[in-house]
């Protein structure tokens, strides 16, 4: 297939747009490298040394004899040069990954706030209108989030994607019908993901565009068969609070001898897949898409669920590490159950990797080889949901906060 990955530079667009062009497809890869320029903007680098994506591309050809192309193009901001290139290239299959991914950076300020909004629902209005006006069948698999559903306990498992409801009629009968899962975003980047999926229901309805959406929990890891084939290779790790996501940041918070940063009680449950079987979760939705006039696929792209505690209490009981529970800078539930039900994925093939301790320690293994490149000042997590959590968030030197929330 020539497959078209938007956002094909970034922590999980890297490793797929490998494993894709490995498997043999054609790849076009459109970024407009903002990932890096937000780096720039925070102050902060991957932990691992990364190359520009066309030396990163020159390594792969080296190594494999395959080419995967760039093309530097902003999804948001250039529409007819996306319509334009759809048109002239027209690909089998879209991936999307081209939206700001992180919540603590679109809960940063009124600024982030916007951007995101911006970014994000443009990305997804403009790829969907240019499939439309181009023709093309190409299918759309876009990469959101778990984040979608909230996390509230409910005593339910979390279906993927639609809820079967019965709805009371004038006549007193009881009609069934499969709606989106109620949204509950718990952040504006998370926000934006609830409003792309209107936007898929539309636009499968309307136009009959093919369109499957992975509902991700949290990746952890950084490698995958791919990325591991030569140094330059090597896949983006954040670690700094606002990219950083929680067991990637527990496990470099091992590594450099830093407390682990637990919000609140760490009662907080929430879904996580490694970033090999994100990557394979994604071949397999391209392998399997809806037909055209078919509902939106969703699919829930996560493999286990951990507390934030636990996580904690694992990697400290492994690495000696010391556990500080600071005040939160979310507003979100202290303690929640989460259960999520991943069928379709496993139906399909996908034999998951589950958290043990081998890979646990590999990924401290890269966080010490790379530790002298953390910006220690960079690791707490400042941004916070409110003016008033703000307030209550304060840090000493080290980044240990002083006060408690209440
Ligand atoms: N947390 C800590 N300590 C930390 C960092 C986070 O206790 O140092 C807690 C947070 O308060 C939160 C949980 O860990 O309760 C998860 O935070 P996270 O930063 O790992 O994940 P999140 O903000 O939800 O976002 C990440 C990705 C996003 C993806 C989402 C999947 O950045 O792109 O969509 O995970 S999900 O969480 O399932 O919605």
């Given at each position: 297939?020539?497959?078209?990955?938007?956002?094909?530079?970034?922590?999980?667009?890297?490793?797929?747009?490998?494993?894709?062009?490995?498997?043999?497809?054609?790849?076009?890869?459109?970024?407009n490298?903002s990932?890096?320029?937000?780096?720039?903007?925070?102050?902060?680098?991957?932990?691992?040394?990364?190359?520009?994506?066309?030396?990163?591309?020159?390594?792969?050809?080296?190594?494999?004899?395959?080419?995967?192309?760039?093309?530097?193009l902003d999804l948001a901001g250039d529409?007819?040069?996306?319509?334009?290139?759809?048109?002239?290239?027209?690909?089998?299959?879209?991936?999307?990954?081209?939206?700001?991914?992180?919540?603590?950076?679109?809960?940063?300020?009124?600024?982030?706030?916007?951007?995101?909004?911006?970014?994000?629902?443009?990305?997804?209005?403009?790829?969907?209108?240019?499939?439309?006006?181009?023709?093309?069948?190409?299918?759309?698999?876009?990469?959101?989030?778990?984040?979608?559903?909230?996390?509230?306990?409910?005593?339910?498992?979390?279906?993927?994607?639609?809820?079967?409801?019965?709805?009371?009629?004038?006549?007193?009968?009881?009609?069934?019908?499969?709606?989106?899962?109620?949204?509950?975003?718990?952040?504006?980047?998370?926000?934006?993901?609830?409003?792309?999926?209107?936007?898929?229901?539309?636009?499968?309805?309307?136009?009959?565009?093919?369109?499957?959406?992975?509902?991700?929990?949290?990746?952890?890891?950084?490698?995958?068969?791919?990325?591991?084939?030569?140094?330059?290779?090597?896949?983006?790790?954040?670690?700094?609070?606002?990219?950083?996501?929680?067991?990637?940041?527990?496990?470099?918070?091992?590594?450099?001898?830093?407390?682990?940063?637990?919000?609140?009680?760490?009662?907080?449950?929430?879904?996580?897949?490694?970033?090999?079987?994100?990557?394979?979760?994604?071949?397999?939705?391209?392998?399997?898409?809806?037909?055209?006039?078919?509902?939106?696929?969703?699919?829930?792209?996560?493999?286990?669920?951990?507390?934030?505690?636990?996580?904690?209490?694992?990697?400290?009981?492994?690495?000696?590490?010391?556990?500080?529970?600071?005040?939160?800078?979310?507003?979100?539930?202290?303690?929640?159950?989460?259960?999520?039900?991943?069928?379709?994925?496993?139906?399909?093939?996908?034999?998951?990797?589950?958290?043990?301790?081998?890979?646990?320690?590999?990924?401290?293994?890269?966080?010490?080889?790379?530790?002298?490149?953390?910006?220690?000042?960079?690791?707490?997590?400042?941004?916070?949901?409110?003016?008033?959590?703000?307030?209550?968030?304060?840090?000493?030197?080290?980044?240990?906060?002083?006060?408690?929330?209440?």
């Amino acid at each position: 297939m020539k497959i078209a990955i938007l956002g094909g530079d970034g922590f999980v667009g890297w490793p797929t747009s490998l494993h894709l062009s490995q498997a043999g497809h054609e790849i076009h890869i459109l970024d407009n490298l903002s990932r890096r320029w937000i780096d720039t903007e925070l102050g902060v680098q991957s932990l691992t040394p990364i190359d520009s994506i066309q030396e990163r591309n020159r390594i792969w050809h080296a190594e494999t004899g395959r080419r995967i192309r760039f093309h530097l193009l902003d999804l948001a901001g250039d529409y007819e040069r996306l319509k334009g290139w759809l048109g002239e290239h027209r690909p089998d299959a879209v991936i999307h990954f081209a939206q700001q991914r992180a919540a603590p950076y679109s809960m940063k300020s009124d600024r982030h706030k916007n951007y995101t909004v911006s970014n994000n629902v443009n990305a997804t209005h403009n790829l969907l209108n240019a499939l439309v006006e181009t023709g093309i069948d190409a299918h759309l698999v876009h990469l959101g989030t778990m984040g979608v559903y909230g996390y509230s306990t409910i005593g339910a498992a979390i279906p993927e994607g639609y809820l079967p409801v019965g709805i009371e009629t004038l006549d007193g009968e009881t009609v069934s019908q499969d709606i989106l899962y109620p949204a509950n975003p718990g952040s504006i980047y998370h926000m934006t993901k609830c409003l792309d999926q209107l936007l898929f229901q539309f636009y499968a309805r309307n136009d009959q565009l093919r369109i499957t959406d992975l509902h991700q929990g949290i990746v952890w890891g950084t490698h995958t068969r791919e990325t591991r084939a030569h140094p330059q290779l090597i896949n983006r790790f954040d670690y700094d609070g606002d990219y950083g996501t929680v067991l990637n940041r527990f496990l470099i918070q091992a590594a450099i001898g830093h407390p682990l940063t637990v919000h609140g009680t760490g009662g907080q449950t929430r879904a996580f897949i490694h970033i090999q079987d994100s990557v394979r979760c994604i071949e397999l939705a391209l392998a399997n898409p809806p037909a055209a006039g078919e509902r939106v696929k969703i699919f829930n792209q996560m493999t286990e669920t951990h507390r934030v505690r636990d996580l904690a209490s694992l990697v400290a009981s492994m690495t000696g590490s010391e556990i500080a529970c600071l005040p939160n800078p979310r507003k979100e539930a202290h303690e929640n159950e989460l259960v999520v039900k991943n069928d379709q994925f496993l139906g399909l093939g996908l034999d998951p990797i589950t958290l043990e301790e081998g890979l646990l320690s590999e990924v401290v293994d890269v966080a010490k080889k790379f530790a002298y490149r953390v910006d220690r000042a960079r690791v707490p997590a400042v941004s916070a949901w409110t003016r008033d959590l703000a307030q209550k968030v304060e840090h000493d030197p080290e980044g240990r906060r002083l006060r408690k929330v209440g």
